[in-house]
């Protein structure tokens, strides 16, 4: 399968855990990457392989990963990290990319 | 500082051929070739990767579309090109250009991320 699967949509509350959530075959093979998105924005990477923050992320951001399901996890969630999230990763056959359909995340 | 900067037209007519360039700005070629992708975003909708460029300009391509795009580079080896044949209205997206930066960390994993994007070009597909 080349499909990473996103709930369409998370709430958390403010200062609260919340946890975005991908699924996919290719999953088992690699890892995700995820990028947030806000309105009119271009993606900014936030978690890459095992649990890699870029320069400049907030270490409340953090990754993991359990089988065919990657997660981000924000805990202490800001008014800031209202978003759009996507997951990304190669497909099963390691020649392409995919993306998951994506989470807004409303704080 | 490595910047991409994507440009093109804003209007296309349906049927015609769009290019896009993907021009990068801070990247001294003596290191290198970098890989960059092409990434869409119809208006509302999710991100839909569509074609990679390797640094020995290997390219691969979404099988969906790929009977229709294009990418390579120029000799500069600071433009990636973008071409998509034939468009029609559901090819109205913004299209950004992105850098992968890939590694094998020191337990053998493959680990990639797109670390750079450009901000993206808006492209309407109408008559």
């Known amino acids: 399968s080349s499909e990473l699967t996103q709930d369409p949509t998370v709430s958390v509350a403010l200062g609260q855990t919340v946890r975005i959530t991908c699924q996919g075959d290719s999953l088992r093979n690699y890892f995700a990457s995820w990028y947030q998105q806000k309105p009119g924005q271009a993606p900014v990477v936030v978690i890459y392989?095992?649990?890699n923050r870029p320069s400049g992320v907030p270490d409340r951001f953090s990754g993991s990963n359990s089988g065919n399901t990657a997660s981000l996890t924000i805990t202490g969630a800001q008014a800031e990290d209202e978003a759009d999230y996507y997951c990304n990763s190669r497909d099963t056959s390691g020649n392409y990319w995919v993306f998951g359909g994506g989470t807004k995340l409303t704080v | 500082q490595v910047t991409l900067k994507e440009s093109g037209p804003v209007l296309v007519k349906p049927t015609e051929t769009l290019t896009l360039t993907c021009t990068v700005s801070?990247?001294?070629?003596?290191?290198?070739?970098?890989?960059v992708s092409w990434i869409r975003q119809p208006p509302g909708k999710a991100l839909e990767w569509l074609a990679h460029?390797?640094?020995?300009?290997?390219?691969s391509y979404n099988t969906s579309l790929k009977k229709r795009l294009t990418i390579s580079r120029d000799t500069s080896k600071r433009r990636v090109v973008l071409t998509v044949t034939d468009v029609e209205p559901g090819d109205t997206a913004t299209y950004y250009c992105?850098?992968?930066?890939?590694?094998?960390?020191?337990?053998?994993?493959?680990?990639?991320?797109?670390?750079?994007w450009g901000q993206g070009t808006m492209v309407i597909v109408s008559s």
């Open positions: 992105a850098r992968l930066t890939y590694y094998y960390d020191s337990n053998g994993y493959y680990i990639d991320a797109f670390d750079i």
């Open positions: 392989g095992k649990n």
């Open positions: 801070g990247f001294s070629v003596s290191n290198g070739t970098m890989d």
């Open positions: 460029i390797f640094p020995h300009d290997e390219t």
